[in-house]
């Protein structure tokens, strides 16, 4: 009988510090160029960097079916998540509360997860779960603004990161997380690209974008991603997920040296909130969600 997983605290650590830091250094970024082509030359730098890594470390390259469902969480994940907060800020969604829905998603991705492996959710990841909506809503008290329009674009973004999070759960848990992660960037540049297209404005800082694109790349695209992949393998979509919880709160903190933007009390009521619900809902040792993403095919060891 396979042995229960749980996403370790020097993890869950790391992975929080790498989500949340791109939020201040993206902000730098769509600073000086259009959102959309910012992405584009991300996300091909980074399929471009993960796939020379993928070849020099010999890692084994999703085929046939596989790697159909690689490029469907990827679009999921990467394309449909960004080009949707992307468009909803585009159209006047504002900052804090588009961060206030992406955040929310571990109660969603819990319900979800538990519906598709037929699991119950226990009491404790329930707690965790409340907590983590706790942390968010502190967090962002006082910069709550009202959603318009562009508010469906946000959820869409949601919803990707949602669905994306239980597909690579379910059907790309045994795709090496080097080339996953170079497939799932590469096949997601064309999307954004095509939105870029419809973007007028120029870049009017080269250098604070290369500047910015250098961190977001080998940080968030490479190590976040990654993280995220690993992640999901280790201790499932919802575990993972439930570290987005304490991101607006660590983000606050990233910010207030970088752009200036002092923490206030709720940005520290939603850290200690979010640390509860980060340590609740990642180290369940009995979750049969987590124990289901990284059950191996018979005759695997």
Known sequence: MLEPVRIKPGFAAVTVLVWASGY???????????????????????????????????ASWPRGRQLVHTCVAGLLVQACQFSGVYLGLRMGVPASVTALVISCTPVLTAVVAAWVFRVRIGLRQVAGLLLGVAAV???????????????????????????????????????DFRTGNAVQ???????????????????????????????????????GASLFLVGVRTGGAAAMTTLSSVVPSVTALIAWPLLGQVP???VVAGLVLGFGACWLGTATQSSSVARTAVEEPAGGR
């Not at 508010?151 to 045994?174: E, I, K, P, S």
């Not at 404005?201 to 790349?217: K, N």
């Open 264 to 266: 206030t009390g709720g």
């Open 185 to 223: 960037h590469a096949v997601s540049v064309p999307v954004v690209g095509l939105l870029a297209l419809t973007e007028s404005a120029g870049v009017t800082d080269w250098r604070q974008l290369w500047l910015t694109l250098v961190f977001l790349v080998l940080v968030n695209s490479m190590g």
């Open 24 to 58: 201040p250094v993206g902000a730098l970024a769509v600073a000086v160029a259009p959102p959309f082509l910012m992405t584009t030359i991300r996300f091909a730098i980074a399929a471009a960097l993960m796939a020379v890594v993928a070849l020099v470390t010999s």
């Open 137 to 175: 809503l502190a967090a962002l008290w006082d910069r709550l603004g009202s959603f318009g329009t562009g508010a469906v674009f946000t959820l869409l973004g949601m919803l990707g990161f949602v669905a994306g999070g239980v597909y690579q759960q379910r059907f790309c848990r045994d795709t």
